[in-house]
């Protein structure tokens, strides 16, 4: 006889959390076969994220194997592709061979969480801007911040050294804030072993919609407590502002003030799991509507859960996004199930949050328990790191970061900048309008595509400039630099905001080898520009020439 | 008045040793200006590397950042585009911006190593093997493993779970050696963890040239120890064979034997820094010829050490490429690049090799000291651990180490897998003759252009196969799945050897919607094949009609 099938989706706090208490609960001899679906084979410590960008904790240390911590529970570390209600079925995405998954459920969790998504954010932070959200954002942020640190370091010109040494993070809440004080910490403790760099050219700047910070979390002394520290450590605030926009040298605000920055932090725009859209499911702003005991309205044996479900909590208000009710949902849900197959009643989910806390970065936290008790300053941080490493899953990830802790405080990390695989490919780039894409003289790495927006190419003789075309959607420049020329011969500059598409001139030869026709095109295409610049030079001659003649004549 | 420059290019063991030699001698205030010119920000103690495989080590374990050993040098994180010897300078790579660095110098010292190049190898190797000669290496080799164990473990088909589940290292010298037996431990102990993996269908086997392990460097009977505790904890070994090429689901060996498998690692072809060759020097197989004094040959004010370079060592012989040389050989660099300027004479390089270790995993070791003492088993393994920690550059990074392989006995490592940045645009793959690329049915996941052979396009129909189409060099093939339709509605199998590449469905969007004639393109091309199935369709149903009506008529 076959198993029946419990599918838990996510491996976030929300779905771990109910694959573990379902182990528990059906113990390993069971007839219920436990699935869990994740992106990833390990489970992220999301509070401990922020750590990963100081180096204070190694890589591994805010992971923990799913295996290690679901000894029962079959995993399949795939991308979701489909669910299918009706069907009652999951697709999975296939690896090392062409096959889609197919996986038949019995009961279903919805534990999918919620992602970054700049998508519909405009202009430019979706190409431009750091999403921090999982583990792979805070490793590429750190590289990053060493990449500019490094770079600034031996920069001459002025006006990039400041732009390098200029950090900007978008989003006043916990996140953000705990982003900012690792970002602050980081840049400054790096930059200080530079000679070259004067620490006070280094602006950390923090940009937040509201007057206050973590105005949705904390009390307003807590906020200003925090906020004085962080001042005090050289952190600026512009609050009653957010991020609009952002080029790949400028961060664009509401208030309209430009900042020169090429480094852009976005904790803001968190959308549900776009996956959840599709499904014949009851939404509350892209959330999965649940009744109280956590079941999806009008879905038998189908459950949700954490960031990507709205359950409600008391009157008219839902559960706060947060690992603290997950965690707790997830216990809740994991019993409603096992009552649900054992035909028993299920109870509702009730919780009081406990208290809120952030990490300031050098060894300062702010924190609120039970609604009434407030604590902040050195005690603060004690108690963060105690109640963090207590939640950690697993003794052995506990005792791992406990010493890795004491380590710190007698041999800080180094500023090592992983570069684990080379970046491929194309990147879409967002520019304002004015900015330069390239300048004459430069080198020809990329070429270029217009996917929205008009490029202005300009050669310059004897200090005079000249625009000779202009580039519309659609239409690519700055191959010649990668078919015959080492340096770029003219300038190209966005007579409009642009999306621009950058390929790569290691990847472009790849494509123009691979695709006998499209090299063939643009060659046709370079040929035909400069026959347009001869003739044009013939025209003006002839006029010349003309105009001669006239005067002779006359 | 300008600083004079000593510009050391490269980052390894023998360029980051020169300059910490050339910093002891100048001291801070200097008159001349050391810079080192370097691909990465830090310092890879490659001796430790196959300890990141199986996860003893952290990842920043093996690092140390240039800036911390190198307090009074200039540090160029860039990569070198070229270097001009009569000019006296060297070019480097662009930055956030889009300016090569020129740099000018007044001696010059070559530390540039060598690099893994598969290029010249035939057949897929370059596609398909893992090398492992660097730290990005072995991460990505370690997400490997993880990779195809948490695959194997839910893989249904017998067939493609052996192929999982079989791992091949070719070149059975240290770093081969080291290797295998890191990737054994790892891959059994990892698998252990699943209840669905047998432990007797993992197979991990050694291809190696010669007729025993690391016959360059150790003595026959140490070779023969290391090779029987491998083979007790399960490595096969493939003596007097290597291998000669690679698809993404086969190994191919010279003996004619074919292995399947999706994990082949090689650590054969190091071949001397390619910007070596483009310089006006004398080369012995690819390496700078340099005097005893470590002086390159006919060029004042330039030396070289280390892997890229042929140092005289007693008559006809050249130094080796190891470690142990390099960091004596840029003692004795520095020392003579001080006696240069100071108008002193320079001494020759002389060194006596102490000694050969390797590990063989599970605290077992081989070496040899002095050319007459030899070690092996836990003895050995004792002191190749206390010679490397002594060896390792910085008391911190000496403690921090010493505390991870401590933990390590209390609390060993989870099997995470990091992808830290996704992949992004093409792969290039190798097939051999007959391979399936997919099959009907599978996932359209991917456009494919043929960049080498022929590929076969086979419909079927009531159980009956037939080709309808032959892919030639230039072409494209498996579009329709992604204009289209979800699945493959025919198999492409190569009937000649074959080189592909490879396009992922999203890159294959970006690249249509940025190119429309692209796109246009390829629809007019579907168009064709589809009206050319039509009309053969039609061609038939008339021949049969007049079949009929030949029948009717006689």
């Known amino acids: 006889m076959e198993k029946k099938r419990i599918v838990v989706l996510g491996g976030g706090f929300a779905g771990v959390y109910t694959a573990i208490h379902l182990e528990k609960l059906f113990g390993r001899k069971s007839e219920y076969e436990i699935v869990l679906v994740s992106r990833d084979n390990y489970f992220t ?14 890589v591994y240390d805010t992971l923990s194997s799913l295996r290690s911590l679901l000894k029962h529970t079959k995993i399949y570390v795939r991308e979701i592709v489909e669910i299918d209600i009706a069907d009652q079925s999951v697709i999975l995405s296939p690896n090392f061979n062409h096959k889609n998954l197919y996986l038949k459920y019995d009961y279903l969790v919805f534990g999918l969480g919620n992602v970054t998504d700049f998508r519909n954010s405009p202009g430019g932070l979706h190409e431009h801007a750091f999403p921090f959200k999982n583990l792979s954002n805070a490793l590429t942020l750190r590289n990053h911040l060493v990449d500019v640190i490094e770079t600034a370091a031996i920069e001459e010109d002025p006006e990039l050294k400041k732009q390098l040494l200029t950090f900007i993070v978008g989003g006043g809440g916990f996140s953000g804030v705990e982003a900012v004080a690792e970002i602050n910490d980081f840049a400054r403790s790096m930059a200080s072993q530079y000679d070259s760099i004067d620490p006070k050219s280094i602006r950390v700047m923090m940009v937040h919609r509201k007057e206050r910070l973590m105005n949705k979390e904390l009390s307003e002394s ?44 976005s904790t803001v725009p968190c959308t549900p799991n776009p996956l959840v859209e599709t499904l014949p499911f009851e939404l509350c702003s892209g959330r999965i509507k649940t009744d109280e005991t956590l079941k999806v309205l009008n879905s038998p044996n189908v459950w949700a859960l954490g960031d990507c479900a709205a359950v409600p909590l008391g009157k008219d208000s839902f559960c706060p996004p947060t690992a603290q009710f ?13 009552a649900t197959i054992h035909n028993r009643p299920s109870q509702p989910f009730q919780f009081k949050q406990i208290g809120m806390m952030a990490a300031l970065g050098h060894r300062r936290a702010v924190g609120e328990l039970f609604g009434t008790i407030k604590l902040s300053g050195i005690f603060a941080w004690f108690v963060w790191r105690f109640v963090y490493l207590w939640k950690l ?16 405080v007698i041999a800080p990390g180094d500023a090592v900048q992983l570069k684990v695989q080379p970046i491929y490919g194309m990147s879409h780039l967002h520019y304002a309008e004015g900015e330069v894409i390239f300048n004459k003289g430069d080198v020809g790495d990329y070429l270029y595509v217009v996917v929205e927006g008009e490029v202005g190419i300009v050669t310059e003789k004897d200090g005079i400039e000249k625009q000779i075309a202009t580039i519309k959607k659609g239409e690519f420049f700055g191959e010649m630099a990668l078919l015959n020329q080492k340096f770029r011969t003219a ?32 060659e046709e295409t370079e040929q035909a520009r400069l026959q347009e610049q001869i003739d044009q030079f013939r025209r003006k001659k002839e006029q010349i020439d003309a105009g001669n003649n006239d005067l002779k004549a006359s």
């Open 45 to 58: 410590y999301q509070p401990m994220l922020s750590e990963i960008i100081g180096g204070s904790l190694g």
């Open 222 to 265: 807590l906020s200003r407590y925090a906020e004085k520290i962080l001042r005090k450590r050289g952190v600026e605030f512009l609050f009653n502002d957010e991020l609009v926009s952002a080029t790949p040298m400028e961060a664009f605000l509401a208030s309209g003030e430009k900042i020169a920055t090429s480094t852009i932090v």
């Open 326 to 338: 997950a965690v707790r949902q997830a216990k809740r849900a994991a019993k409603n199930i096992y």
């Open 393 to 408: 899953p697993s003794l052995k990830r506990k005792f791992k970061v406990a010493v890795t802790w004491l380590l710190e």
């Open 491 to 522: 300038k190209a500059y966005c007579q409009t905001s642009c999306d621009i598409v950058a390929i790569r001139k290691q990847d472009f030869n790849i494509l123009v080898t691979s695709f006998g026709d499209l090299k063939a095109h643009f």
